[in-house]
């Protein structure tokens, strides 16, 4: 069982940066790959960023790429997104998540098999 905490959200005016946390509780964290995801009001969760279980290798949608930058500290049990240029479009709630299983598209939120609570990001014009 893993128990995800994230933090670092905010009111930020465009162009800003911010870098959220997600903390996880539980033994493993090394063994899970982690993903981020963001739903806007009215919008469906969509996928944001995703991290190997070593940290080796990250995937971006398009839409952030170039602008966050996904890593971890496995040692600290911690996962992280800086997020820089930010627009009033990335407004949303951020979700940090993790996945066990290997050989899947973590770009689907059905690949994950935990997930934070969520912390709010508003980007003002």
């Known amino acids: 069982q893993v128990q995800l905490v994230e933090s670092g959200g905010g009111l930020v005016q465009a162009g800003g940066s911010l870098r959220l946390s997600c903390i996880a509780s539980?033994?493993?964290?090394?063994?899970?790959?982690m993903g981020w995801f963001r739903q806007a009001p009215g919008k469906e969760r969509e996928f944001v960023a995703r991290?190997?279980?070593?940290?080796?290798?990250?995937y971006y949608a398009d839409s952030v790429k170039g602008r966050f930058t996904t890593s971890r500290d496995n040692a600290k049990n911690t996962g992280y997104l800086q997020m820089n240029s930010l627009k009033p479009e990335d407004t949303a709630v951020y979700y940090c998540?993790?996945?066990?299983?290997?050989?899947?598209?973590?770009?689907?939120?059905?690949?994950?098999?935990?997930w934070g609570q969520g912390t709010q990001v508003t980007v003002s014009s």
């Open positions: 991290i190997s279980r070593s940290g080796g290798s990250t």
């Open positions: 539980g033994r493993n964290f090394s063994t899970y790959t």
């Open positions: 998540a993790a996945g066990a299983r290997l050989n899947i598209d973590y770009s689907r939120e059905v690949s994950y098999d935990y």
